[in-house]
């Protein structure tokens, strides 16, 4: 039995990734986890910074100027059902 301890950094999608020690990559392995945020940092949601959402809303007006994304998505109808085939959209032909 190993005991690993390890501060882990969330991937965009919520889950971490434990590297393992050369003896455990074979086979299963069992895990118990005790999860708690790292120095004393809050496990909520970053908050955007006024500086960030004015960056972000300068890129949509520059992105607006040239046009949009009508080369690239010349339809967006048909976009977005094309990327959701899974199920209709509620409320939708």
């Known amino acids: 039995m190993s005991t690993i301890?390890?501060?882990?950094?969330?991937?965009?999608?919520?889950?971490?990734?434990?590297?393992l020690p050369a003896e455990l990559r074979h086979g299963k392995i069992v895990v118990t986890a005790t999860l708690q945020a790292a120095n004393g940092t809050s496990p909520s949601v970053p908050q955007a910074t006024p500086e960030?959402?004015?960056?972000?809303?300068?890129a949509l007006h520059k992105l607006r100027a040239l046009g949009g994304l009508r080369d690239v998505i010349p339809d967006p109808l048909m976009w977005q059902r094309e990327m959701r085939q899974d199920r209709p959209l509620p409320g939708r032909d």
């Open 52 to 58: 960030m959402l004015r960056r972000r809303q300068e």
């Open 5 to 19: 301890t390890a501060i882990l950094e969330a991937d965009a999608d919520g889950t971490l990734h434990l590297p």
